[in-house]
């Protein structure tokens, strides 16, 4: 195996110990990040005057030319050496010969490897952004035609109160709107260079830290450079965020699984985002909702095992680092794919808008409306709730809901039920008078699609979102 050490070493490493500690077979993916962070790194070398002008006008050809052939195919990235650094190193040495041994003076494999996985995690949040963003506007476009299709509410899974399609996607909208603050959030905090942070103790060269920050679109250099190499919260972090996805995704997914039985008929997914079964010719399955919420685990789980790789590791950089990547890169894969899948499955699906209102229909879902009638011609809350808690149970007897007893029946309950109930406890009528801020009522909930509409139209336009208040500055 090529190695960019062993002068100290008198004999050859073990194959397998040289198979167990090398991680170009998943670190491979930080190529452009590692030929970057080297451009920047030999162009701040030369303007400090520690490498000739020719000297970084050649380590930046061959670094160049290495990216090139190596995205193109024609230079296949091998398992005969270590790393994705000792890949590039070793090939610049290849093409410009002894000048390329220059390119690592005053750095280290620690502050290189930090600074390719911010800057690839970097830009794997702006995807998953870019993701988010396009299923919100499947929610919001399932919002704007929805805003009077009525659905039962539920809580326990209990028919509750009635509201809208538009309102429940609402309520996923603001789940995903707050991811993508998370993960703007996240950047802000990435955002710092390690670069020039050396092995652990910055080095003797005089180094432009802020120089190289800035080539790297980094907001500034990282500070102590202890922490700099060992830092990994970011990525806990974006792990974190990542599973707040997913979390998000799998509740959303076991409603669709539900909605799409035969106990709800509320929806019907497109053929082409379900699947058949080999021996029930009748089968129509939610196995994309289904593999959703399964692989939320995985991604926990890459959460989880940084978390606890990270633990135990005395400062500053520990081989045990390299375990970040292989859990990251699945967890981010996982996460794109399903965000794109899902919003896939969303935009085919179709609501059985019949089915829905008639199931609000069943289950007494305008008992509370019943009862705030009852409030408004003069009754105590409390008193109201407990005669519309009698006259439930007197449709129960009766296998009738509400609005199906007579004028006599209802006032045989109580004398304050007049005629004009029965308006009163419409379903439509039940929604359109919620209008409290956030509520189901059309009204509100235009009020809320057109806030929803500014936050995506600002998402979009490369505007950052909304910071958090803690982060206004
Ligand atoms: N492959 C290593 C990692 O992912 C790169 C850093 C190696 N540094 C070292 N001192 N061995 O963490």
Redesign the pocket.
Known sequence: MAQLWGGRFTKPTDELVNEF????RF?KRLLREDIEGSLAHAAMLGRQGILTSEETAQISEGLRGILLDAESGRLPITEEY????SFVEANLILRIGDTGKKLHTGR???D???LD?RMYIRRETAAVRAELDELLGTLLSIMRQNTETIMPGFTHLQKAQPTTLAHHMGAYFEMFRRDVTRLSDCRKRLNECPLGAG?LAGTTYPLDRSYTAELLDFDRPTRNSMDSVSDRDYLIEFLNDLSLIMMHLSRFSEEIILWNSNEYQFVELDDAYSTGSSIMPQKKNPDIAELVRGKTGRVYGALMSLLTTMKGIPLA?D?D?????EVAFDAIDTTLHCIHLFRGMLETITFRKDMMRRSAARGFTNATDAADYLVGKGIPFRDAHAVVGRLVLYCIGQNKSIEELSLEELQAIHPSFGPDLYDAIRLETCVSKRLTTGAPGPEAMQEEIRECEAFLSAEQSGNPAEPLAGDRK
């Not at 500690?21 to 170009?24: D, G, V, Y």
């Not at 680092?321 to 990547?325: A, I, L, P, S």
């Open positions: 500690n090398a991680s170009i670190d270590e790393d994705i650094h280290s494999r620690n290189q490897v930090a996985m092995a950089y081989k680092m390299q375990e970040d990547k």
